[in-house]
C-alpha cells in the first residue's frame, strides 16, 4: 500500500490550493444541533469555487504534472460533474486543454459549469464506469493525459481541508465522510494521522451504490453491478483497490444509507443552515443521523461537498 502523505506533504500541497481559494469555513450551526443532539461542526467545502473539494486534489495534481511534465498539452478525465469540474478550473489555471468524459444521464448544470471552464465535454456511456473506460482509449488516441478520480497523487491536495477542520476542532470524535471513489475520505485519514489525532473516520456511501461498503465488510476491492443512486457523486460500481486498502486500514467502519435518508439530509441542511447540498454533500449528515442515538451530546463532524444539484431535482425534495 502507497504511503499516506505526511504533514509536509499537505502543508506544501496547501501552498498551492491556497494560491486559487482560501480555506473553506466550519461552522456549528444551533438548528442542526438541535436536530441531531450532538455538537456538530460542518465542514463547508460546497463553499469552494466550484462547491466541492475536488478542486483542491486537482489543482496539486496539475501543478505538479505541469511541473514535471512542461510540454503537455493538454488532460482528460473520466466524471459525474465535480471531478471534471476541479480538472477543467485547473486546466484553465495551467493554461492546458482539458476534455471531459460523462456518462449519458450526467447533470445538465455540472455539464454547463465545466463547459463554462472552458473544457471540451464528450457525452459516452450508460454510467461513470463506461465514460471512464471510453475516456482511457480516447487518452491514447489524442494523446492526452489521463487525470483519475482516485490516486495518491490527489490526495495531499485533497487534505488540506481536513486539515483545517481537524485543527479547527481537534476534539471530535467522529467525521462522517461522503465516499465516491475514495480520495475524500483518504485525505481525512492523511489528515488525521498527520496530526496524531485519536477522531473516528467513518465512510458513508449510498445503499444503492455499496461498492465500498462491500469491499470494507470483504476486507478487498469488490465491485457491483450497477450503482443507481440519485447522488451520483457517490455512483461508484468499481472501487479504487488502494483507496479500499486505506479504508479498510484506517476507518472506523463505513455504513450505508438510503435515498430517502440522503434526500431527509439534503432538507435539514436547508431548514437548519440555508445551504444547498448535492446528494453526495448530504451523504455524512445522514450517516450521522442513522447514528444520532449513538452520537448524541458528542462533537462530531460531517463533511458538506458538494453544492452542486440541478434546480429542478433540488425543487423536488425540498418539496417532500
Same mark, same amino acid.
Request: hydrophobic share 45%; proline share 4%.
Given at each position: 500500500?502507497?504511503?499516506? =502523505?505526511?504533514?509536509?506533504?499537505?502543508?506544501?500541497?496547501?501552498?498551492?490550493?491556497?494560491?486559487?481559494? %482560501? %480555506?473553506?469555513?466550519?461552522? +456549528?450551526?444551533?438548528?442542526?444541533?438541535?436536530?441531531?443532539?450532538?455538537?456538530?461542526?460542518?465542514?463547508?467545502?460546497? #463553499?469552494?469555487?466550484?462547491?466541492?473539494?475536488?478542486?483542491?486534489?486537482?489543482?496539486?495534481?496539475?501543478?505538479?504534472?505541469?511541473?514535471?511534465? =512542461?510540454?503537455?498539452?493538454?488532460?482528460?478525465?473520466?466524471?459525474? &460533474?465535480n471531478h471534471g469540474q476541479s480538472i477543467?478550473?485547473?486546466?484553465?489555471? @495551467?493554461?492546458?486543454?482539458?476534455?471531459?468524459?460523462?456518462?449519458?444521464? @450526467?447533470?445538465?448544470?455540472?455539464?454547463?459549469?465545466?463547459?463554462?471552464?472552458?473544457?471540451?465535454?464528450?457525452?459516452? &456511456? #450508460?454510467?461513470?464506469?463506461?465514460?471512464?473506460?471510453?475516456?482511457?482509449?480516447?487518452?491514447?488516441?489524442?494523446?492526452?493525459?489521463? +487525470? =483519475?478520480?482516485?490516486?495518491?497523487?490527489?490526495? %495531499?491536495?485533497?487534505?488540506?481541508?481536513?486539515?483545517?477542520?481537524? !485543527?479547527?476542532?481537534?476534539?471530535? #470524535?467522529?467525521?462522517?465522510? %461522503?465516499?465516491?471513489? &475514495?480520495?475524500?475520505?483518504?485525505?481525512?485519514?492523511?489528515?488525521?494521522?498527520?496530526?496524531?489525532?485519536?477522531?473516528?473516520?467513518?465512510?458513508?456511501?449510498?445503499?444503492?451504490?455499496?461498492?465500498?461498503?462491500?469491499?470494507?465488510?470483504?476486507?478487498?476491492?469488490?465491485?457491483?453491478?450497477?450503482?443507481?443512486?440519485?447522488?451520483?457523486?457517490?455512483?461508484?460500481?468499481?472501487?479504487?483497490?488502494?483507496?479500499?486498502? +486505506?479504508?479498510?486500514?484506517?476507518?472506523?467502519?463505513?455504513?450505508?444509507?438510503?435515498?430517502?435518508?440522503?434526500?431527509?439530509?439534503?432538507?435539514?441542511?436547508? !431548514?437548519?443552515? #440555508?445551504?444547498?447540498?448535492?446528494?453526495?454533500?448530504a451523504a455524512a449528515l445522514a450517516?450521522?443521523?442513522?447514528?444520532?442515538?449513538?452520537?448524541?451530546?458528542?462533537?462530531? &463532524?460531517?463533511?458538506?461537498?458538494?453544492?452542486?444539484?440541478?434546480?429542478?431535482?433540488?425543487?423536488?425534495?425540498?418539496?417532500?
Amino acid at each position: 500500500m502507497t504511503n499516506l =502523505p505526511t504533514k509536509s506533504d499537505i502543508e506544501t500541497a496547501a501552498e498551492t490550493v491556497y494560491a486559487a481559494m %482560501p %480555506p473553506t469555513p466550519q461552522y +456549528v450551526w444551533p438548528l442542526l444541533n438541535a436536530s441531531t443532539g450532538g455538537n456538530v461542526w460542518v465542514k463547508h467545502e460546497n #463553499h469552494s469555487p466550484i462547491g466541492t473539494f475536488k478542486l483542491r486534489g486537482g489543482l496539486v495534481y496539475l501543478a505538479n504534472l505541469c511541473a514535471d511534465k =512542461p510540454d503537455v498539452s493538454g488532460v482528460i478525465a473520466a466524471t459525474r &460533474g465535480n471531478h471534471g469540474q476541479s480538472i477543467s478550473f485547473a486546466a484553465r489555471a @495551467n493554461g492546458i486543454e482539458a476534455v471531459i468524459v460523462v456518462p449519458e444521464d @450526467n447533470s445538465s448544470d455540472k455539464n454547463a459549469a465545466m463547459k463554462a471552464l472552458g473544457a471540451e465535454l464528450i457525452t459516452h &456511456g #450508460h454510467d461513470f464506469q463506461e465514460a471512464l473506460e471510453y475516456a482511457e482509449d480516447l487518452a491514447v488516441e489524442r494523446r492526452l493525459e489521463m +487525470v =483519475p478520480s482516485y490516486a495518491m497523487s490527489l490526495v %495531499p491536495g485533497v487534505a488540506t481541508y481536513a486539515m483545517e477542520l481537524l !485543527t479547527a476542532a481537534p476534539d471530535l #470524535h467522529t467525521l462522517y465522510v %461522503p465516499i465516491g471513489l &475514495g480520495s475524500g475520505i483518504t485525505g481525512c485519514i492523511a489528515a488525521r494521522e498527520a496530526l496524531g489525532l485519536k477522531t473516528e473516520i467513518v465512510g458513508v456511501v449510498a445503499e444503492n451504490a455499496p461498492a465500498y461498503a462491500l469491499s470494507f465488510a470483504k476486507g478487498e476491492a469488490l465491485s457491483t453491478n450497477s450503482a443507481d443512486t440519485f447522488a451520483d457523486g457517490l455512483a461508484c460500481r468499481v472501487p479504487a483497490v488502494d483507496a479500499v486498502q +486505506v479504508i479498510c486500514k484506517y476507518a472506523a467502519r463505513v455504513i450505508t444509507v438510503s435515498e430517502d435518508e440522503i434526500r431527509g439530509a439534503i432538507r435539514l441542511y436547508y !431548514t437548519a443552515t #440555508h445551504n444547498l447540498s448535492e446528494g453526495a454533500g448530504a451523504a455524512a449528515l445522514a450517516g450521522l443521523m442513522q447514528e444520532q442515538a449513538t452520537m448524541a451530546e458528542k462533537s462530531v &463532524g460531517v463533511v458538506l461537498s458538494g453544492g452542486n444539484i440541478d434546480r429542478a431535482l433540488y425543487q423536488t425534495i425540498l418539496s417532500g
